[in-house]
């Protein structure tokens, strides 16, 4: 491929690519439903983290699970 052709074919590509990116940032999520879809299902992700973070925090501090769960507890190799 002679120099000049390998630039056009590069300015091509990359004006192929651009014009399928689309709108960058904010906008991006409102116009593409795909980008949408994935951004709140990275979201949900996060917030379910979080609650089972919560959930469980609450329950290591229960009597009851430490008394269910006495043997690893009370181990000094597990903590």
């Avoid at 690519?17 to 593409?32: D, E, F, H, I, S």
């Amino acid at each position: 491929m002679a120099p000049g052709a390998a630039a056009q074919f590069d300015t091509a590509a990359l004006q192929a690519r651009q014009a399928l990116q689309g709108k960058a940032g904010p906008m991006a999520l409102v116009t593409n439903a795909k980008v949408f879809g994935i951004a709140c299902f990275a979201c949900l992700g996060g917030l379910l983290y979080g609650y089972n973070q919560g959930v469980f925090s609450g329950v290591l501090a229960m009597n009851n699970f430490n008394a269910r769960m006495c043997i690893a507890s009370e181990s000094k190799s597990l903590s």
